[in-house]
């Protein structure tokens, strides 16, 4: 069992820099892939990033290449999502979800959802 809670999310000007926090309780969360994802109302929910047990490879969609970092550090059973040179377009609510496979995680079937952190950004 994995439960995720999501923090730093808020509000920011556009251009503006926000890092969003997934913490994980459990023993065996080096053992899970973890992905972020962002939904509007209204809309899908859409894959942000995702990133491998060990960290050692990650995944993005392409409109927050170059301007989002996923990272993660188990020894804080903690995935962190580094938004830069952030866009009124990426207004949303941010969510991580946990699975043992990967392609569970970025197909948006993950196990393990947290419940979620708002992030607007103004223009």
């Known amino acids: 069992q994995v439960q995720l809670v999501e923090s730093g999310g808020g509000l920011v000007q556009a251009g503006g820099s926000l890092r969003l926090s997934c913490a994980a309780s459990?023993?065996?969360?080096?053992?899970?892939?973890i992905g972020w994802f962002r939904q509007v109302p209204g809309k899908e929910r859409e894959f942000v990033a995702a990133?491998?047990?060990?960290?050692?490879?990650?995944y993005y969609t392409d409109s927050v290449k170059d301007r989002f970092t996923i990272s993660r550090d188990n020894a804080k059973n903690t995935v962190y999502l580094q938004m830069n040179s952030l866009k009124p377009e990426d207004t949303a609510v941010y969510s991580c979800?946990?699975?043992?496979?990967?392609?569970?995680?970025?197909?948006?079937?993950?196990?393990?959802w947290g419940q979620g952190a708002q992030v607007t950004v103004s223009s």
């Open positions: 979800a946990a699975d043992l496979r990967w392609n569970m995680v970025v197909a948006g079937k993950g196990d393990y």
């Open positions: 990133i491998t047990w060990s960290g050692e490879y990650t």
């Open positions: 459990g023993r065996t969360f080096g053992s899970y892939a």
